[in-house]
C-alpha cells in the first residue's frame, strides 16, 4: 500500500521558517518524480514544486520562487519543502503528492495517484 506521511507544519510567526517532510512506503521512492501541493482556507489547491526522482532538478511555481527549497533524501524515502521568510498568505494544508506515471507535471495541482494526509502550516503573530 502507498503511504505519504506528511509532518512539520505548525504555527509560525511571519518571517520564520519551516521544514516539511513526506515520509513514503509502499513503493520505490527514488523511481519517482514527488510534488508539493498546498490548499489556503477556502481556496483551491495550488501547486508549490516537483523534484525529480534523483533530486538533481527542481522546479517552481514562479510565486514560489526563491522561498521554497524542494529537496529529498532517498535513502530515507522522504521528501522535504524548506519554507523560509513565511508569509500569512502561507497559512495553507501542505501535502506531498506521487505521479501514477512519477512524472513531474509543472503547474498541475490535481490528478496524483497518491495523496499524503497533509500537514498544517499556519503563520500568525
Known amino acids: 500500500e502507498v503511504q505519504l506521511v506528511e509532518s512539520g507544519g505548525g504555527l509560525v510567526q511571519p518571517g520564520g521558517s519551516l521544514r516539511l517532510s513526506c515520509v513514503a512506503s509502499g513503493f520505490t521512492f527514488d523511481d519517482y518524480a514527488m510534488t508539493w501541493v498546498r490548499q489556503a482556507p477556502g481556496k483551491g489547491l495550488e501547486w508549490i514544486s516537483a523534484i525529480t526522482w534523483g533530486g538533481n532538478t527542481a522546479y517552481y511555481a514562479e510565486s514560489m520562487k526563491g522561498r521554497f527549497t524542494i529537496s529529498r533524501d532517498n535513502a530515507k524515502k522522504t521528501l522535504y519543502l524548506q519554507i523560509d521568510s513565511l508569509k500569512s498568505e502561507d497559512t495553507a494544508v501542505y501535502y506531498c503528492?506521487?505521479?501514477?506515471?512519477?512524472?513531474?507535471?509543472?503547474?498541475?495541482?490535481?490528478?496524483?495517484?497518491?495523496w499524503g494526509q497533509g500537514t498544517q502550516v499556519t503563520v500568525s503573530s
Open positions: 503528492a506521487k505521479d501514477h506515471w512519477g512524472l513531474i507535471r509543472t503547474g498541475f495541482p490535481t490528478g496524483y495517484d497518491a
